[in-house]
């Protein structure tokens, strides 16, 4: 096999010829192709329908403790949740809140919160320093860079490797300069590259020494539980935190957004105690309480299954062959060509696709034209601009296999063409 | 009958002698009764558990739209919920957002970002000027009053009678005071005086002339289908504010928290499409979509039932009896002594006893020493400061009559006890 880089221009030529004919087969197939969401697919969710029959109009619906869940109440959630959920976050009851149905939700409250009012330990609300900032490893995940730009934060970019993001540059951003207040993380199966932080970048987090005094780690764990292929261990971030004398710098997110259903799951949140009352503090304005009842149907349907592990391993089940699908057409249409690179992830809902530098947005363009929808380039970057032009997420999770694979064949065919009109381009 | 403020000081020693000895009564009873909380009762709730049933495993989960409510999507709501949500406020699809569990929750979004990036129209966030204010009808409901206090709002009172509140008063500040930027409203058997806005009222807010051009009703309409003796109409603000010239001057809450499950209902919010645009541009920075399945299970569960007003008489049916037994045991123990005065509201979920000026406290802590736990004195205004302290709110929604009666019982001997412990300091 001969790289793209390697021809002449006769060669380029032929193979674009080759190509362009095999594009314009799948053009007039009038493709509707859609891999741009990180949606459960239907399978996943007509497995988790048995989470319906938990509560029917004959059912006591107190959780063990004796809390009815139809009543308001239960400010910090249903007792039974906080304690099935913390254990899957790693902490105990008095540092667990479980919340609507949305972490996403919930990680704008807090930021807004603090916007607002300030976190535990902060000199004056957030929103009223002329500008504050915050780390943001990329590629990484357009929602939290949405919730940044929303409010006026400025966003310093960090690179991530296989371990997790450039510590050393996250050190000097973050004991330097105390406008920096916060960083995202998304540290298991990240979103898109779905890495797992290395034990080394977990401590070195923990141990930072923030010139903010009220920095906080928003660490956001949707893809705990999330292996397909093999699972990787993660270290619990608060307890590292503990131990460095840090307790107070970590909110931890999950939700059961990709366990159960997404946008009817539950979200919760794990942070040390004195943080958990401060927020208490603070969301006992915000509402009386949060939908106890599908807390209740969540923990009565996970605890039915045998647990958590039980259910991902029915969903990686499911998305095993989609994502080996996304492998498989990769490798056969890619290997060895010089037209971009992937990753391999574990777990998690997304491959990355790393184009040539400079592709990313034209692939993008004959993708569409050919009918097949992908998340835009940029998204995984601040402002939405990926400043190499590189970074494709594919999400595989939705389509069926039989779709995926012309969806990724279109997506390869595109991404040789691009990879061949720039270097048409530079001959 | 004799009032207490007729008598002489050996009449009230006599009196008071009497009642001192029923107080004593209670107390060695050990009473444990609560008369604090607007919550629905035990039987309220069962009546709905047939709601529980609408989606099993076995059950297709999309609404008649075709959206699945199990994914993510549908950023303000499912179609369906969207439209039946919106019968009920007054709005169009169009002019409603459905959301999650608790429209306080909304309320407080709302408001936290019109403080953090203003609403449509706003020059400024509100959160950027040094001071704002909201006007605040009394007595009124204590989670908005918090919201105010949280967010550093300025409360302006405003005094209201049994048309609604004084409109005088608050076209004097709107119409002059650019920093007043918002009004709590509930128009309907409001919290806690059980009123409903009267025609002319709802006129005059509708053609107010703000001096803030970003000026918001925020209005509350928690009760609006919650007659339990007689319904009591309300003009529909948005179509008032429309005719008034005024459409983006109002939003628009209600949700079924007293209507199916409290905690675990339906929150909707009605307000223009062009507030309703401006929300959803705001809106899809916090969440990706709120829980469709609940939306789902509601909306099938109330169309089984054949609407709304038909669960409402059931719930009025269970409601009637008790606030029977709060307006009987009142009248037999007070009528015509001297000793407070209560509403008798036609609807919602409370009974406001105005007591004599000067005792709120007082009952209430007598009340306490006996057993009864109601809601605090100065709950009903800003800073938790009655001035005149006077009124006390009595929720008779979740205790069984059997209780009810009795803490009603010791509630008025409390209320007489005040009454002379005050009349024999001024001898």
Redesign the interface.
Known sequence: MKTYQSMNRQELAEAKSELMKRYQKYKDMDLALNIA?G??S?QQ?DM???M??M?????D?RDMYGT??????ALLGLREAREYFGALLGTTVEETIVV???S??FM??CL??A???GVLGSEKPW?KYDKIKFICPVPGYD?HF??CE??GIDMIQVLTDEEGPDMDTIRKYVESDPTVKGMWCIPKFSNPLGITYSDRVVKELAALKPAAKDFRIFWDNSYMVHAIYEDVPLLNILDECKKAGNPDMVYMFGST?KIT????GIGFFGASKANVDFTES?V???????????MLRHVRFLKSQGGVPNVMKKHAEILRPKFDAVFDTLSKELEGKGAGTWTKPKGGYFITFIANDGTATRINELVKACGVTMTGPGATHPYHNDPDDRYLRIAPSFPPVEELIPAMEVFAVCAQIATIEQLESRI
């Open positions: 969401r949606n459960p239907t969710l988790i329908m048995p319906m029959d509560i029917n109009s004959g059912t619906c009815d869940a139809r009543n308001y109440g609507g149905a949305s996403i939700n704008y409250d807004a919160r916007m607002l009012k929103g929602r949405g919730m929303f409010f957004s259903m997404a946008g009817s603070q006992k304005y915000e509402t009386i309480s949060w939908d106890k009842m599908n």
